[in-house]
């Protein structure tokens, strides 16, 4: 962050910029030191705080859940084990209440969505200094460490669900009776095939954008009221700043919730004749 005094604007506007990489115009491949260049860089540009610390926690899940395979014992469960085994149960209940087909997929993509969400949105507990502060000393300029308030992340995942229920549809009832399911709901009548076609459409491309912004929307909140915390004075700060994080334990593990079972309902539709 330039200058050792940085004003409100310029502090809230550093900790919101993400270390972007991509082709700028003039600079070539590079990392841009700030928002205009990261701009400038067009659709391409990758945002790799949010990569890594996305992939950071995806292994950090898959750790977790390999060292419980490995280490499972028959009696009374205790410490991690017995809270895994609670997140197991959690998204077995996500299936049996939202889920009406048959798949070896679904379920294993439920347990997977939130933990791994729930790992993202928990970034979010660190102090919003500490990282962007580590980042700069070692030659960083800028450190977002919270992936699913980068819309990039959230859309992608909302995307990939999109690609999930457009295969899943057409393997289970053929292209033809995907498009025939496309073309005669709501209004089954022939005349109506085009109404119906841009409802439906409609429909099916919102739903990935609406999973990904709502995602998207609550963390970046978050973020924000964290950072406007941080700018007031020392007292104050610990005033609102320890409410407002354990109420986001609920926020955190609720936003991850709604977006597994969403996903999950989305993807029961696919199985669903009509």
Known sequence: MAGNAPTSTEYITHHLQNLTFGLHPDNGWSFAHGAEEAREMGFWAINVDTMGWSIA???????????????????????????????????????????????????????????????????????????PQIAHKLGIEYMRIVPT??????????????????????????FSGFAKEL???????????????????????????????????NMFAGEVIFIMISLLPFWAIW??????????????TLQAFIFAVLSVVYLSACFEEH
Not at 154 to 171: D, E, H, P, Q
Not at 207 to 217: A, D, H, T, V
Not at 239 to 252: C, E, G, K, T
Request: a positive charge.
């Open 183 to 217: 073309s005669f709901r709501p209004f089954n009548h022939w005349a109506l095939i085009p109404f119906n076609l841009i409802l439906e459409l409609v429909v099916l491309i919102v739903k990935p954008i609406s999973l990904g912004l709502r995602l998207f929307g």
């Open 57 to 131: 926690t995806g292994l950090l899940f898959l750790w977790l859940f390999r060292y419980l395979a490995k280490t499972v014992t028959s009696g009374v469960p205790t410490g991690l084990q017995n809270a895994l085994e609670m997140v197991f149960e959690f998204s077995n209940g996500i299936i049996r209440t939202s889920f009406s087909g048959h798949s070896k997929m679904v379920g294993p993509l439920a347990l997977t969505l939130f933990c791994w969400i729930f790992f993202m949105n928990s970034l979010k507990w660190l102090p919003i200094d500490l990282v």
């Open 149 to 174: 308030s980068d819309p990039n992340a959230t859309l992608g995942m909302g995307f990939a669900i999109f690609l999930l229920v457009i295969y899943y549809s057409i393997r289970n009832k053929g």
């Open 239 to 252: 005033v609102l700043d320890v409410p407002w994080a354990i109420f986001h334990i609920l926020v955190i």
